[in-house]
């Protein structure tokens, strides 16, 4: 890699594909932004000590905060780091401020907790399936004893409770959520919050899509087929998915 080259640093699996809904707003808004980037794929267990020897301090406290160390992060062509989707927009919008994430006027911060919740609730249908067959063999260990300690069950026994149908039954109010929200701030026919001005409240929930795209299809297929306004979403941003 190139020594001022801006890099994405995304959790390793055994496609080098993003699959998780975090490194993929950051992929979206670099390429949103048209920046070209480099991907260094990381292990689960290599994100921590990676990134702080890489001087990059921990996530801050706050209401997402999930563990220390998180991808996505960011080196940035002036040589600085910044890890966390939300710090990584910031970053980009100071540097590049054309197209617009429209950070100041646009719902992000609303997007961000419905998707969080409509995630939260479809997690347990999901996450045991990254360590069959997504994660590297050394991933996929780390990554089921982590959530089992976490959640103080193991991934087959989330999905076996919560899984399923469960899911599907629990994700419902905040799919109507999503979809009020998409229908209520539109100032034109176009497919984005907005209308025809995308956003990064878009790229939000875009992530989700693409996320379950390389997961799971069938729950992509069955998420963008709630409503029309969830499925010209999703085309729409695959201009930026790469």
Not at 160 to 173: F, L, M, R, S, Y
Request: with cysteine.
């Amino acid at each position: 890699m190139s020594g001022n080259a801006t890099i994405l640093y995304d959790i390793a699996n055994n496609a080098n594909l993003t699959f998780s809904p975090n490194p993929w707003k950051s992929r979206l808004a670099l390429n949103f932004k048209a920046v070209p980037f480099e991907t260094e794929w990381v292990e689960y267990p290599d994100l921590e000590p990676k990134f702080k020897a890489l001087g990059i301090p921990p996530n801050p406290e706050g209401p997402y905060k999930f563990t220390d160390y998180t991808s996505p992060a960011v080196r940035f062509a002036d040589g600085t780091y910044v890890m966390d989707s939300q710090a990584i927009a910031e970053k980009l919008e100071a540097l590049y401020p054309e197209p617009s994430f429209h950070l100041e006027s646009g719902p992000h911060d609303e997007a961000a907790a419905i998707m969080q919740e409509l995630m939260w609730s479809l997690f347990p249908d999901l996450l045991h399936l990254l360590p069959k067959g997504i994660l590297s063999e050394r991933s996929a260990v780390w990554f089921a004893e982590d959530r089992k300690r976490r959640f103080g069950i193991s991934l087959d026994d989330l999905a076996a409770a919560k899984g399923g149908e469960v899911a599907w039954e629990a994700a419902q109010p905040h799919m109507a959520t999503l979809k009020t929200f998409l229908t209520s701030r539109k100032k034109d026919e176009g497919p984005f919050i907005m209308g025809s001005t995308p956003s990064y409240g878009d790229l939000i929930i875009i992530a989700l899509f693409q996320s379950l795209d390389v997961v799971k299809k069938e729950s992509l297929a069955r998420l963008v087929g709630y409503c029309s306004e969830f499925e010209k979403l999703h085309e729409a941003g695959k201009q930026w998915a790469r």
